[in-house]
């Protein structure tokens, strides 16, 4: 990926008349790379994941001028339309950012759903799971709920992330939103764990996660959590979906792909989870990061399977829309090397508000207290990056 700048005006994307706007943009900084990206040249005409990669190879075949990498965020729904843009410069360098006194002062919170609206979801989930469908069987669905934060001052995002990338096995992002004429800029800001794929000329890579324990600060405890999940039929079930569907769509690619047969502890610092490092060597090189990103998301991970019926699932249990919550964040290249990462852990903020979510999956052997109790420690972790001590997620 070129690395040059080529500081042209930028145009606003995440709202109108807004200095943040203009200066704060998409930032991805992980183990292996880091990016900062300024302005906008110009933007990907918004689309599908299912035409993602012919849209960003129809991008780059114009021979634009600028950053010859295209930044930004897929929506969870891969029927919506997804937000990437061509940067005026971007650079790898570390943000340089005075943290103000966090948290800010906090004005009050709601879960979307409370606990037992939550509970009763995944029961009516499950009512799903185990109706017989011979065309199609639901056999996972991942249930969200979101938790609305209000701050008595405006929430800096590149701050927020600031104190997301404490963990450092995690990668930490800050990635614009589309808002409507008028409305404050908004981004989603997040520490995730999981990669969606990653591709370095032939060599395609992805480390699904799906099964979570949450840590314990006690030695003995975190490690009979560990020991736990990894011996959870139910949590080695639901991981088992999620690599099935990822070896399925790449195993066609590829004239080379490697899956441990057994899942492996994957460590952040709040939680525990089942994770598989799935590596494959592509049959053809023109197939870029982007479309590959496109093949693969939604995996059931964050939505479900099979897909379809678990986006229906989705869509009627719900009671908030994920926006760009459980989508993908990350860029790609002229040359179609790029990295996507499952946006997990993670707040849009706009404003002096943010609304963080989190997700379980539900499988036959679900009962909805558990899954309640997982939401919680998933926000409890995003909460306790922030310092924030009084909100509960009930």
Do not use: N
Request: one cysteine or more.
């Amino acid at each position: 990926m070129t690395e040059a700048a080529f500081m042209a005006g930028p145009e606003t994307i995440v709202g109108d008349g807004d200095p943040i706007a203009a200066s704060i943009w998409f930032r991805l900084h992980g183990p292996s790379r880091q990016i900062a990206a300024e302005g906008r040249r110009a933007s990907l005409p918004a689309g599908p994941t299912s035409t993602l990669g012919a849209r960003v190879a129809a991008f780059f075949a114009q021979g634009r001028h600028g950053p010859d990498v295209l930044v930004g965020a897929l929506p969870f729904d891969p029927h919506g339309d997804d937000a990437l843009y061509q940067p005026a410069g971007l650079s790898t360098a570390d943000d340089a950012v005075a943290v103000a006194a966090w948290p800010p002062p906090l004005r009050g919170h709601v879960a979307e759903p409370a606990a037992d609206a939550y509970a009763t979801a995944v029961a009516r989930c499950l009512d799903r799971l185990h109706a017989v469908d011979a065309a199609a069987p639901l056999r996972k669905v991942v249930l969200a709920r979101s938790l609305r934060i209000d701050a008595a001052s405006r929430i800096d995002p590149l701050a927020l992330a600031s104190r997301l990338g404490a963990d450092a096995s995690v990668t930490t992002y800050v990635a614009p939103l589309p808002v409507a004429v008028g409305e404050a800029p908004a981004w989603l800001v997040g520490a995730t764990p999981e990669l969606l794929v990653s591709r370095r000329g032939l060599e395609v890579v992805s480390h699904p996660l799906a099964g979570s324990a949450r840590r314990a600060r006690d030695p003995a405890k975190d490690t009979r959590a560990a020991q736990a999940l990894l011996a959870s039929a139910k949590d080695h079930d639901e991981h088992r979906h999620v690599v099935e569907a990822i070896v399925d769509t790449l195993a066609p690619l590829c004239s080379r792909l490697q899956a441990p047969s057994t899942p492996s502890l994957h460590a952040t610092a709040t939680m525990w989870h089942l994770g598989t490092r799935i590596v494959g060597t592509l049959k053809d090189p023109s197939l870029s990061s982007a479309a590959l990103a496109g093949l693969l998301h939604p995996t059931p991970a964050v939505c479900g399977t099979p897909r379809e019926a678990a986006l229906a699932a989705i869509r009627a249990l719900e009671p908030v829309d994920r926006g760009f919550y459980a989508g993908a964040v990350g860029w790609t290249d002229a040359q179609g090397d790029g990295d996507w990462y499952v946006s997990i852990r993670c707040a849009r903020v706009q404003g002096r508000s943010m609304r963080l979510f989190a997700g379980a999956g539900i499988v036959a052997g679900s009962q909805p207290a558990l899954e309640v109790d997982e939401t919680a420690a998933k926000f409890r972790a995003l909460l306790d990056a922030l310092d924030i001590d009084d909100v509960r997620a009930a």
